[in-house]
């Protein structure tokens, strides 16, 4: 919240406030309290503020996989709005799963293949040391996604 304060000229109590009632909005649930919601409802909140940073491009502190439990969902709202699973930077999908060499990528039916967001630096890392060092490194994982 602090760097989403800092970003917007907020002051953090008036932007958690504001970020409390963007969940609400989102998400349909009731008026919350941090100091005695649920585990869950904290983590959905947290899935909130996530979503937005990255859709606003909201410069992050310290790596967004490092903010969530739900590091799936987190890699999810990467992918829609095509921002770096590591870094946050803008970025590009890149398919685990590779579709393969003289395949038309516009015309080949993706749904099933696993994907994750990169910026250029991070898709050079991960063709050259391979997936599953990638994967090591980073915590960050490809998704199979239908709806982006």
């Not at 100091?35 to 909140?45: L, T, Y």
């Not at 996989?65 to 946050?88: E, S, W």
């Amino acid at each position: 919240m602090n760097d989403i304060a800092s970003y917007t000229g907020y002051l953090p109590e008036e932007q958690k406030e504001w970020l409390k009632y963007l969940h609400i909005s989102r998400t349909g649930s009731d008026y919350f309290s941090l100091s005695d919601c649920s585990v869950d409802m904290a983590r959905e909140f947290i899935n909130t503020i996530l979503d937005y940073a990255l859709e606003e491009g909201i410069p992050l502190s310290d790596l967004g996989v490092n903010r969530t439990d739900d590091i799936g969902k987190y890699l999810y709202f990467c992918i829609k709005h095509k921002k770096c699973a590591v870094c946050g930077r803008p970025g590009e999908i890149h398919h685990v799963d590779a579709i393969g060499m003289g395949r038309d990528r516009r015309k080949v039916d993706d749904s099933g293949f696993r994907k994750i967001c990169l910026c250029r630096t991070h898709h050079t890392i991960a063709h050259t040391k391979g997936m599953d060092r990638f994967e090591q490194m980073y915590h960050v994982y490809g998704i199979i996604i239908k709806d982006v």
